[in-house]
């Protein structure tokens, strides 16, 4: 669910083997310590069901379906399981680690809504802050509808909003703003022929041509997914003083020792770790080439690239609630609100056919939320209070407090990840349960 899913990075030996013999000492040193304490843990996951997901990823490597992959569950703060899959570029042949850099698309998003909770935190931002107090483009804000004509053609037809769109309605994508290949086809149509990713773009000029655009819904009535992280993005460049970049850099990643965790590569070393998709999966081809070709667009909906140790920090972070390492990084106000359901019953916010977070879900802000066991019988593996979102890339976490864990898959499939991430979860939760 990247932002340009829809659109048509050398190290030296060294400095590459010695990461490889760092990460395979650690290994050995985990796998030790887990397994002397799994005993004394009643939550602790099989081995033998982790086998499991090495067993599903080989075959993925092995029948050509993906070139590689990285997978980590990490419990009680210590990995319970890390392994590397196929490699990293089918052309290159340079094997996965967990310092392979991958495209995150939107698994951007979260990061951003953090650094957005940050300014909330620190009174310089407000939920209820209209947009258009920051980009003024957003104060005539027109919304599009159906109308049908006496022949039955389906014309478009603007109508004022009924309130400003506002930085809840960004934060948990009720904003009316979409993407242009989600919804009707007039709507679709109004961004494909806007102009959007014409020439050079940053966040400034991206927000500015976003705004003219019609709202698809009406403000705060449906959850849609969209190009509202790319807003807020803009917004937290004009509240900040920074750039999106420099005011994550400076809050998030350096704080958490997310080295590798950035718009845009900048050395040699880093593009000879990126992660390449298979040549045949030509829709993130062209998305990727779109992404690094407009590397002045920051884009907070998806243009972060990270590595699994990096995400790691984050999503531990995330599981303590806002704080790792004696660091807060988020007030328990502000990660309570941010992890609560705040499209449930009750909150006016309808859901139509494009609604990903799935059966069982709410969603936060930046992040989906287990509210309920979901209607399929049996239910939906997974946990009550349990965050998670993925990417049109095929990345994909997850945050289970109940298991004091999180789970992260990094892979660059489009052509894949539907049937892949599924299954990832299924493996993940299968491994800790109990009864098969």
């Known amino acids: 669910m990247g932002t340009h899913t829809h659109k048509a990075l050398r190290c030296t030996a060294a400095s590459r083997a010695g990461r490889l013999a760092i990460a395979a000492v650690s290994v050995a040193i985990w796998t030790k310590a887990i397994g002397a304490s799994h005993a004394a843990d009643e939550t602790a996951p099989s081995a033998a069901k982790l086998e499991r997901i090495t067993e599903f990823f080989n075959n993925e490597v092995a ?13 009680h703060g210590r990995p319970v399981y890390l392994k590397s899959f196929g490699v990293q570029d089918v052309e290159t ?23 957005a909770m940050m300014l909330i935190d620190a009174g310089k931002l407000s939920p209820a802050d209209p947009v258009s107090k920051f980009i003024p483009g957003f104060s005539d804000a027109k919304v599009l509808v159906r109308s049908d004509t006496p022949d039955s053609q389906n014309v478009l037809k603007l109508v004022p909003a009924d309130r400003p769109v506002t930085i809840m309605d960004l934060l948990r994508h009720t904003s009316g703003i979409t993407y242009d290949y989600i919804g009707g086809k007039l709507i679709m149509k109004a961004y494909s022929e806007s102009g959007l990713f ?14 003219r655009l019609p709202l698809a ?20 460049e004009i509240v900040s003083g920074q750039t999106l970049y420099q005011f994550e850099k400076q809050h998030i990643f350096d704080p958490l020792g997310m080295t590798s965790t950035k718009f845009v590569l900048e050395s040699a070393d880093e593009r000879a770790r990126m992660a390449e998709p298979l040549p045949s999966d030509t829709i993130l081809k062209d998305a990727e080439a779109q992404r690094r070709a407009h590397p002045e667009w920051e884009s907070g909906g998806g243009g972060l690239v990270s590595t699994l140790n990096d995400y790691a920090r984050f999503a531990q972070m995330i599981l303590g609630d806002g704080e790792l390492d004696g660091k807060r990084y988020l007030s328990p106000a502000a990660f309570k609100s941010m992890t609560s359901d705040h499209i449930g019953p009750g909150s006016g916010v309808a859901r139509d056919y494009y609604y990903f977070p799935g059966d069982g879900f709410g969603y936060g802000y930046g992040f989906a939320v287990r509210t309920d066991p979901g209607n399929a019988k049996p239910p939906p593996p997974g946990s009550i209070g349990e965050l998670k979102w993925d990417s049109g890339s095929g990345t994909y976490f997850g945050v289970d407090p109940k298991l004091d864990m999180i789970y992260i898959l990094l892979e660059q499939t489009q052509n894949e990840r539907g049937r892949i991430t599924p299954a990832f979860r299924k493996l993940v939760y299968d491994a800790f349960a109990k009864d098969n």
């Open 217 to 236: 819904r009406q403000p705060g009535t449906l959850w849609r997914y969209g190009h509202s992280t790319d807003v807020l993005g803009r917004i937290i």
């Open 63 to 75: 029948t050509g379906k993906l070139p590689g992959a990285v997978v980590l569950i990490q419990q």
């Open 198 to 211: 014409d020439g050079r773009y940053n966040n400034k000029v991206f927000a500015d041509r976003i705004a």
């Open 93 to 115: 042949k340079i094997p996965m680690t967990s310092d392979t850099i991958f495209a995150l698309h939107s698994m951007t998003k979260p990061i951003t809504s953090v650094a």
